[in-house]
């Protein structure tokens, strides 16, 4: 099958497309997702199509351009194409859920990337009579990414666990949910269908925060502060940052995302064929490595 897929020069995207070749004809759409002319050259012949481009970032300008009015002319294009769609959102959409919810919990979203993943998804849906469309709602990826780097040498630096860390803080590891989104490219479900991917346990937060210490050799229990100071330091970091131009991970908006309960139930991707196949001390472990490993490698050697 001819697949185009954009994002796929993102992190999840380079893991999808290693996942992927062999089985398929993949194209990486490379122009710009508001461009109409270069979405319709780019679905020439295209068979399929997985939308993963998406802006992360919830202070960009171009935040609900890129993921609302991007995803909406990715979709026109597809509908006058007549191009089957697999779009990855996320479980955002659904808002904190301390209970384990499935796809059918009423939206929910609370940030400005999550208003706007709602807003794309309810989009895909609207096309789901011309063409057939897939939403895959992923949780929290965790991989070698700029994110979790950030984190881990934060946690490295010695910053503490905040509050008691008991709220439910589900991951899936990158390599899991190209998985997932192979089970689903592979097997085609009927148009307009939901599936979540997540890891079948949650940890705490307070766990993950141990394990990565463990991975960095930092054995003993972690300080913890209060969440109001917390919020103090990311009001001083955010400041500071706006002086520096340097970005900051400990911000406002990230410790209450941290502090989110994040409970999924994954059972009616399960039931399709998918199964999980990295437990989140494993996917720590590896991602902590491969973070840790690339530091060392020396720049000569990466030339090369």
Known sequence: MKILITGANGFIGRFLVRRLQGRHLLRAFEGNILDEKAIKTALNGTEYVIHLAAELDEDSPTLWKTNVEGTQKLVNACVQNHVPLLFLSSTGVLGETIQPV??????????PYEQSKAAAEKIVLAAQESIPVVL???????GPNEWWNQIIHTIQKGFPLIGEGKNAFQLIYVEDLVNAIAVLV???PDSGEIFIA???KPLSLREVHTL????????KPAARVPVWAAYLVALFEQTKSLFSGKKTIIRIPHIRRLLRNRNYSSAKLRAWGWK?????PQAIRLTVQEITE????PKTALRA
């Open 102 to 111: 499935d796809e059918n919990a009423r939206l929910n979203p609370q940030t």
């Open 136 to 142: 895959l709602r992923s949780t929290l990826v965790i």
């Open 186 to 188: 592979e097997k085609m």
């Open 198 to 200: 997540a890891e079948e």
């Open 212 to 219: 990565i210490r463990k991975e960095l050799g930092l054995f």
């Open 276 to 280: 999980q196949q990295f437990t989140t």
């Open 294 to 297: 690339k530091e060392k490698t």
